[in-house]
């Protein structure tokens, strides 16, 4: 598989500036805020989503001032809401780190996440982006339900494929969705193509989220266990519901109990992941994030071909190969 280093290769100078682009929407002349963003900053991701952005718009055009605001706003929204996340979650790590909610408490963090998303609405504002400020909002709005709907759903514990598909819609593929098609939109891409990339992104993010899924049932660590953390969070996804549509009466009964329990043992864990394999929850995952991969690659499939576009396939490609 490609390294992230190959992929960001047609893109390379535009993710340079983009640092310095993102470091100076993030800047505050407070204190304490100011120490916050660098210790978000010496921790950053893999930037992937700022990469959709950059590859989709040089798949069309040259890069402009427009897809620096772009790829900013997309990464301080994504910085905001996994801060919220945690505080959500109530987790105390983030990518190996302590989280924000866990070295600042749940209000600074909460405050944190507000302040970034303000960052971005006053760059679209302020650069006059009104597109990327209704990219933006749809977006927002998107994955605000998205959580809700998963909140509720995780109550009750009844949750059909279709509903899985439209929280997971909602949730993560629109921010990719809103990279592709501000990427797009950026280089002045006419409205046609604009929805095209919009889709495209949605798949990915599609295929992205059903990766994520999966490595719950993946073997992780020195002991090579799953992590079973969503079984633990009781959140339904799409290879423990396949299992459950395939499995008997009884078992679905027996599995549902399992998980309705306070505290889920380990050995719960195993039980209901040899039950989600058994039914063939794992391979039906699989191959539906196969088939948004390829829808994804289809989409793209008649437009020139060009480093960009080269690299935006082995991009693809990496969402779900990634090992974590």
């Known amino acids: 598989m490609p390294s992230l280093d190959d992929i960001r290769r047609p ?79 109530e987790s105390y790590e983030r990518r190996g780190f302590f989280s924000i909610k866990a070295l600042w408490k749940s209000k600074i963090a909460v405050l944190v996440g507000d302040y970034l998303l303000s960052r971005g609405l006053l760059l679209a504002t302020e650069h006059k982006e009104f597109d990327l400020l209704s990219i933006m909002s749809e977006a927002v709005r998107e994955m605000s339900e998205g959580e809700l709907m998963q909140m509720q759903k995780s109550r009750k514990l009844n949750i059909t494929k279709e509903e899985y598909f439209n929280i997971i819609r909602k949730k993560t593929a629109t921010l990719i969705s809103a990279c592709t098609s501000s990427g797009a939109r950026s280089v002045g891409a006419n409205q046609d193509t604009v929805e095209v990339f919009k889709k495209f992104g949605e798949n990915v993010g599609m295929a992205f989220q059903i990766k994520d899924d ?10 090579g266990k799953p ?47 040899d039950f989600t394999v058994k039914r063939k929850g794992i391979e039906y995952a699989v191959e539906k994030m196969n088939n948004f991969k390829n829808d994804a690659l289809n989409l793209i499939s008649s437009y020139p071909d060009n480093e960009a576009k080269k690299s935006m396939k082995m991009l693809v490609e990496f969402v779900i190969n990634r090992d974590q």
């Open 227 to 273: 992590t079973g953390n969503d079984i633990k969070e009781k959140k339904f996804t799409l290879p423990l519901i396949h299992a459950l549509e395939n499995g008997s009466v009884r078992d679905k009964n027996h599995i549902i109990k399992l998980i309705r329990r306070n505290h889920i043992t380990s050995r719960d864990i195993q039980e209901i992941i």
């Open 11 to 89: 893109v390379s100078e535009e993710m340079k500036l983009f640092e310095q682009h993102f470091k100076s929407a993030m800047k505050s002349n407070l204190g304490l805020l100011d120490f916050i963003i660098n210790y978000i900053l010496r921790r950053k991701g893999k930037q992937i989503r700022p990469l959709f952005v950059f590859l989709s718009a040089k798949m069309i055009g040259d890069t402009t001032n427009s897809t620096y605001h772009a790829a900013s706003f997309i990464e301080l929204l994504h910085t905001a809401t996994l801060i919220h996340d945690d505080v959500v979650d």
């Open 214 to 223: 999966l490595f719950d049932y993946n073997k992780k660590g020195i002991i």
